[in-house]
């Protein structure tokens, strides 16, 4: 009977802690099983105009420039025309002092009158016929002689005033009142009144898509703005950093003669390439594994890795190519710790557009 009663005390023993075994076992599956939510932020992908832009510093120059060059040597008496005032063609701009040139008309005059006087007088005396007619023709040589002399003289004096030669405006002094100049040596600067921006780019850019036709947005320091296109992109670089220059007509504006000066700097952005209601998510959302692009959508506050094949980015947005439901969050944080099927806790967040 004793036997019996320590058998069953044996028995009952091993089937409880058989029990407890088995409960044990159970928590500890439990606690591998269960997973802890990763918090993400996340967002709604944007449906979006995007642009590759490029953006440089360019500068306002007259669309053509001409240069007024002193003709004869003297020095300069005024510069009727201040910098950056509107001038008129034909419109007096530079006068110079010849005081060589003046003595020697006078001397020719001189002459000249002389001449004349004998040539009229000998004529009268060859209708008297008090003179040979050869003599008369000698004092009419001289007297033609003389004038041919001064007539040359006088477009010597002519050349001291110079006049411009386009209707537009004095873009700089090149001398100065008082100044002595030598023939051939510039004196103003003018400019038409047809504006262009030159920007001057590296060869990097003109190969990634910079040339004549593509469109341009500009901005000024004031924070005016205009569209316009490249016009001009030249075949040959030029200066130290060895650039090329492009040049944008500015087109008529309204009330803009007075902000847009030739020598203001102004912002330019070359507009590479557009995209018109692309599908649109942060540069933060996007994972690149092995040189692919992904994202991850939240479906169900679970992970789904979608890959995607990236397109235009701009402040911040990129352009993604997939197909997308419409209402499916993307996640924006803690990328690298999901994958496809990772429990999350969605944080939402709103981004800012461009």
């Known amino acids: 009977m004793t036997h019996k009663i320590f058998s069953f005390s044996i028995s009952a023993f091993l089937i409880i802690t058989a029990g407890f075994s088995l409960s044990g076992c159970s928590d500890n599956r439990a606690d591998e099983v269960t997973v802890t939510p990763i918090a993400v932020r996340v967002t709604q992908p944007m449906r979006m105009d995007l642009q590759s832009r490029v953006s440089y510093m360019g500068t306002v120059r007259a669309n053509r420039e001409v240069k007024v060059i002193a003709q004869v040597q003297g020095t300069v008496v005024s510069l009727p025309k201040a910098e950056g005032v509107p001038v008129s063609k034909a419109e007096q ?7 060589d040139i003046r003595a020697i008309a006078e001397r020719l005059q001189a002459d000249l009158d002389y001449w004349r006087r004998r040539y009229e007088a000998d004529q009268r005396l060859v209708e008297a016929e008090a003179l ?20 040359e003289v006088e477009a010597k004096l002519d050349k001291a005033n110079e006049f411009s030669s386009i209707n537009g405006k004095v873009l700089s002094w090149l001398v100065e009142p008082g100044q002595h100049v030598m023939p051939g040596q510039p004196i103003l600067l003018l400019g038409n009144d047809e504006l262009e921006i030159h920007v001057e780019v590296v060869e990097e850019d003109l190969r990634r898509g910079i040339r004549v036709g593509v469109p341009v947005y500009v901005q000024d320091w004031q924070g005016h703005k205009f569209q316009s296109k490249v016009s001009e992109a030249a075949p040959v670089a030029s200066g130290r950093a060895r650039t090329f220059t492009v040049k944008l007509p500015v087109p008529a504006l309204k009330n803009s003669g007075e902000e847009l000066r030739v020598g203001s700097s102004m912002q330019v952005n070359f507009i590479l390439e557009s995209s018109s209601d692309g599908i649109a998510v942060p540069v933060a959302a996007i994972s690149s594994q092995a040189g692919n692009s992904n994202i991850f959508l939240i479906q169900e506050n679970r992970a789904k890795k979608q890959p995607v094949t990236i397109g235009i980015e701009q402040d911040g947005w990129v352009e993604v190519v997939f197909l997308w439901n419409g209402k499916d969050r993307v996640a924006i944080s803690n990328l690298r710790s999901l994958e496809e099927g990772t429990p999350v806790f969605a944080v939402e967040t709103k981004e800012v557009t461009p």
């Open 132 to 151: 040979p007619s050869e003599q008369m023709e000698v004092s009419l040589r001289a007297y033609r002689s003389a004038k041919a002399a001064m007539a």
């Open 93 to 99: 701009v530079a006068e110079i002092d010849v005081p």
